[in-house]
C-alpha cells in the first residue's frame, strides 16, 4: 500500500484520477507498483466479481485526507470476512459465524507484531484491537454498512485529487520466523515485528528510498525517483 502512484499519476494531466482496474494492471506489469487503499479496495472487488463471490466496499471519512475504503466478502453461507489490503490484511479476517461475534480472544497470523481482537460494536460495526508486544493496545473500529458503487467512486476521485505532502510506502517482509511490517513515511522508515519496533536510519536522499523500495518490493527505480521527487 501506498501513495507514490498517487503523486507521479496525478501529475499525468488526466481529467480523472482514479485509474480503472485495466490501467492499474498495465501500471503493474510496467512499473511493479500498486496504489493507495482506494486502488486496492477497487481491484480487489474487481478480483471478487470475476470468481463470483459477493464483495462490497465500507469505509470512513470520505472527502477528507483521512479517509479510508476496505472491504467485506461474504461467503456461501452469508458469513463476512474482513478483507483492508490498505491497512495490510493481507489475510481476510472472518467476523462472525451465523452472527454470532467470531472471537474476542487474542488471535495470532492475521497481522504482523500484534494479537489481535476482533468485537462489536452495536449494529453493524466492529472493533479491532491491536496487543502489541510492548504491551500497548491500539484500535480501529470499522463500519460495516455496504457503501454504494457511484459513492465509492466520488470518494476516491476526491483522494487522488488530493496529495498528501508526506510519501508512504507500507509492505510485508520476511524477518527470522515471520512476516513483519515495514513502512517507510516522511523519509524514514521502521520495522515493525514481534521483538519489538526497529528504527531505521533518517535521510533525504531520494536515491537511497528508491533503492530501499526497490529492494522491498521490486518497484521499478524510474518509477520510484519520479515518484518521490513529486514530494520534494
Known amino acids: 500500500m501506498e ?6 499519476y496525478f501529475h499525468k494531466g488526466t481529467a480523472r484520477k482514479q485509474r480503472d482496474v485495466s490501467l492499474m494492471k498495465e501500471h503493474r506489469m510496467q512499473y511493479g507498483n500498486t496504489g493507495n487503499c482506494f486502488d486496492l479496495a477497487l481491484w480487489l472487488l474487481d478480483e471478487f466479481k470475476n470468481d463470483g463471490i459477493t ?45 454470532e461475534d467470531y472471537s474476542n480472544e487474542k488471535i495470532k497470523g492475521f497481522f504482523p507484531a500484534a494479537e489481535i481482537q476482533v468485537q462489536s460494536r452495536g449494529q453493524n460495526h466492529i472493533e479491532i484491537l491491536y496487543h502489541r508486544p510492548n504491551g500497548k493496545v491500539s484500535n ?16 476516491a476521485e476526491y483522494s487522488q485529487n488530493h496529495v498528501y505532502p508526506k510519501p508512504l510506502f507500507e509492505c510485508r517482509v520476511p524477518y527470522n520466523n515471520e512476516t513483519a511490517h515495514w513502512e517507510f513515511f516522511h523519509w524514514e ?7 519489538g519496533l526497529h528504527k531505521d536510519g533518517q535521510t533525504d536522499s531520494i536515491k537511497h528510498w528508491v533503492n530501499m523500495i526497490h529492494d522491498k518490493s521490486g518497484y521499478q527505480k524510474d518509477f520510484l525517483y519520479d515518484a518521490l521527487s513529486r514530494y520534494r
Open 189 to 195: 522508515s521502521f520495522l515493525s515485528t514481534s521483538e
Open 3 to 8: 501513495t507514490l502512484t498517487k503523486a507521479w
Open 55 to 99: 464483495a462490497f466496499p465500507i469505509g470512513s471519512k470520505f472527502h477528507s485526507d483521512e479517509a479510508h475504503v476496505a472491504v467485506v466478502a461474504l461467503d456461501e453461507k452469508g458469513n463476512r470476512y474482513l478483507c483492508d489490503l490498505g491497512d495490510q490484511w493481507l489475510q481476510p479476517i472472518l467476523l462472525e459465524t451465523n452472527g
Open 140 to 155: 480501529q473500529l470499522f463500519d460495516l454498512t455496504p457503501i454504494e458503487m457511484n459513492v465509492f467512486l466520488q470518494g
